[in-house]
């Protein structure tokens, strides 16, 4: 069993950055694939980036490809997500999930493929 809670959403202007953090319980974290989804409002919950257990593969979307990181501390046991240069189209609940699978990079997009979830966290850009 694994328990997120994600914090450090805000409201901020365009081009400015936040880090969100996940921070997980449970043995099994240190070990898990882990992911960043994201919704806005009226949408559909959408896939933002990805990082394998050890933190030696990440992968991000096209939409937030050259301004969004992700990383991890598993001695901490958290995952982290960069956000600089942010846009208002960035304005979404922010979820962070984990995943028992293996890193796959045909599968780590779908949010379906996620055993666990956070509550998520509020980030909202103005223009």
């Known amino acids: 069993q694994v328990q997120l809670v994600e914090s450090g959403g805000g409201l901020v202007q365009a081009g400015r950055s936040l880090r969100l953090s996940c921070a997980a319980s449970?043995?099994?974290?240190?070990?898990?694939?882990t992911g960043w989804f994201r919704q806005a409002p009226g949408k559909e919950r959408a896939f933002v980036g990805v990082i394998s257990w050890s933190g030696g593969v990440t992968s991000v979307a096209d939409s937030v490809k050259g301004r969004f990181t992700i990383s991890r501390d598993n001695a901490k046991n958290k995952v982290y997500l960069q956000m600089n240069n942010l846009k208002p189209e960035d304005t979404a609940v922010y979820y962070c999930?984990?995943?028992?699978?293996?890193?796959?990079?045909?599968?780590?997009?779908?949010?379906?493929?996620?055993?666990?979830w956070g509550q998520g966290t509020q980030v909202t850009v103005s223009s």
């Open positions: 449970g043995r099994s974290f240190s070990t898990s694939v």
């Open positions: 999930a984990v995943k028992r699978s293996a890193y796959s990079s045909s599968t780590n997009a779908y949010s379906k493929e996620y055993d666990y």
